[in-house]
Structure formats: structure tokens, C-alpha cells
């Protein structure tokens, strides 16, 4: 198959998916439900290939950007990436928060089709001809999206995407469309009696819209916000001293940061919406069992998190400066000149006394008044006594 063929593949999937709902209509007898659970299928779908196109990300996204919840913020100064895969770009860890975003868009997709069902119970059934078609068109949307994020891969576009990239807000607004107001609207033409055609024609239109917009955009000059990475030097002679992090207090760490984070906002009313939902379903117990549950899987989810940006961090002190590195990306996180540190010292933290005193924090100041805390270093009294030496002219 040739180049020309390949770039015409997506857009072939996408008509073909655009059309299914008339299709489903035609040959299956489609009601209201079968359509909403193909647009569904497609949101969850599509969210998942942006979130996994924006790990492949090469340039950082903007300092000043905020979206509004951004889930492990601590890791969009991480430098460096990782090949997961030897056929897929290499992951940016930096690009992991951005890639947990869209998560939002499913979890209020999900609410919203709970909803629905269990309130509105919109027409229609999920019996065995009906599932068949709703596989069929699930082929064409997966297939579609496939073929792209596969065209993306062998363009090497994301050379010039930040991970914000794959999340263009035209794409999202038709999005939000097909997927919040085609419920309302197809539950509204069916209690007025104007039934599928009202409904079909908004999908439609939308979709056609939507899949217009997607062929049309230029993946290749994204406008996101993005900034330039400035590169760090790191010396080719062997450091004076190497400190490395302790696994036991970063996991330690890990686990009390993400239950308190748990009971915070967002995660918090995430928590408390899904124990009351349950409590108000099963009972009590149930609801109490949830709260628990969801709270020890958030801090479930700290460790790894953790573990990437600091399990393998070693901090090198050379002649001229310290330089945080992360052996398992291979790549320096920052870099600090010597002659700008003022002040070297151990300090104590939340977390002092549940370590012993071979693991602590490092505060170091500098000239200009910031300062730099190295969490969880063993033998932060030698690293100390090293930074205090000195450094040669």
C-alpha cells in the first residue's frame, strides 16, 4: 500500500464511521439507545488516542499554561523519555498528567450515560442483532482512529506537538456536542414526537462537521502554547560525590501524599460522589467500603508516580555545580552553579520522624533567594559536608 493510499485510509474510516447510525437504522431497526452507545464507544475511543498520542510529545507545554485540573502536576518539569515499545515513539514522562487529563471527559461521559439510564431510559434495546451492529460500527470507529494514530507515528509530527497537541478545541467542542447534547436533544425529539430523524440529522451534522475539521487541521503547526527547553550541560569528568534518593521513603512518601490528596479537590469530590452514589445503592457499608477503597487506590497510584520522578534521580556535585540526573531517562533534570548556593542544610519534613537519620532533606539557598529542597537522600549529613567544601576556581 502506497503513501497515497495510507493517507487516504483515515478518512475513508471516518465516513464510513460518520455513517453507521443511518446504517444502524437502515439494517438493524436502531432506536435512540443503540445510537447513544456507538457515541459513547467513539468518545471513550477518541479520548484514549489523544491521551496516548500526547505521551509521544517532544516539546514541552508552556510554563504559564493551567488546564482546569491538571492530575500530577510534580511531573511537567521532568526531563528526558523512555521507549516503551520499540515500534512507538518514546514517552515523555512530563506528558503523563496532560495524558490523565482527558480521564475528566470520560468520568463525566460516564455519569452522564448513568444518568441517563438509570433516569431518562431512553428508547431502545441492547439485544443480540442490535450488539452485532453496535460491534460493527465500534470496528469502523477503533479502525479509524488506529489508522491515524498510525499515520501520526510514521510522520514524525510529534517532533513539533507539545501534549496539548492532540487535544485541539475544535476537535473537543464537536466532541462535547456528539457526546453531552445528542442525549438531551434525541431524549427531547423523542418525547416531542419527532423521534430519530431530528436526532440522526444533529449526530450527523455534528459529525460531519467534526470529521471536517479533523481532516482539515494541520497537525504539523500546532498553536498551543509551548516553550523552548533550554539543554544542560553535564561534564564529561567524573563527579566529586554522587547521592542517590532512598526507595523506602520515596514509597513511604508516596503513599501519605496520595491519601491526603485523595480527600482534596478534584479527587475529593470524585470520592465523595461515587460513596454517596454507592451508600445511596448498596447501603452504608458499601458506601463506607468505597471511600476506603477509592482513598488507598489514589495512594496506590502515588507510588509509580513517585517512583518516576525521583526513583532514580542521583544528585552529582562537581567541581562547578550540582546536577540532578535520572539514570533511567538519561537525562539531567536541572543544574545548579556552585557559586551561587549561600547556604547548605539538613531539614526536617512531615515525613523525619517515621525515616531514620540516614534518610533526610537537603535544603539548599541560593544568591538570588530561591532555594532547593532534595527530598529523601541518603546521608544527607555527607552530602552536606561536600557542598560546604569550597569549590575549586
Known sequence: MGPARRRRLPPVLAIG????????????????????????????????????????????????????FIPLERLREKRGSVRVVEWLPPVFPRNVPFALNGGWLLFALGTLGALIMLFARPPGTLERGTLVGIGGATALVVGRHAATLLESIRS????????????????????????????IVGLGADRTGLGLTATVALI?????????????????????????ETAIDVPETAPLAVVHTDG????????????????????????LFSSVAVGLWLGLPAGVATVV???AARAALELPIASLRDGAVEYRVYDAAVIAYDTTLDAPQWRLPRREITDVRTDTTFM?????????????????????????VRNPEAFVRTLSVEPAA
Do not use: H
Not at 29 to 45: H, K, M, R, S
Not at 207 to 225: A, G, S, V
Not at 248 to 271: E, K, Q, T
Not at 354 to 365: E, H, K, P, Y
Open 17 to 68: 464511521a460518520t455513517l453507521s447510525p443511518a446504517v444502524g437504522i437502515g439494517w438493524f431497526g436502531w432506536d435512540l439507545l443503540p445510537l447513544l452507545v456507538v457515541y459513547w464507544l467513539e468518545a471513550v475511543v477518541y479520548v484514549g488516542r489523544c491521551s496516548l498520542e500526547s505521551l509521544f510529545a517532544v516539546r514541552p507545554v508552556d510554563d504559564d499554561y493551567y488546564g482546569l
Open 156 to 183: 514524525d509530527r510529534y517532533n513539533a506537538w507539545t501534549a496539548l497537541s492532540p487535544f485541539s478545541r475544535r476537535r473537543w467542542l464537536a466532541g462535547v456536542i456528539v457526546a453531552f447534547l445528542v442525549p
Open 204 to 228: 450527523l451534522a455534528t459529525k460531519l462537521w467534526y470529521d471536517f475539521l479533523d481532516l482539515r487541521t494541520p497537525d504539523d503547526r500546532p498553536t498551543d502554547p509551548q516553550r523552548d
Open 248 to 271: 523506602r521513603g520515596i514509597a513511604l512518601d508516596a503513599l501519605v501524599l496520595g491519601a491526603m490528596l485523595a480527600l482534596l479537590p478534584p479527587v475529593g469530590f470524585v470520592i
Open 293 to 295: 477503597l477509592l482513598v
Open 352 to 376: 523525619s520522624p517515621l525515616l531514620s537519620g540516614a534518610v533526610g532533606t537537603v535544603r539548599i539557598d541560593c544568591a538570588d533567594g530561591s532555594s532547593r529542597s532534595l527530598s529523601l
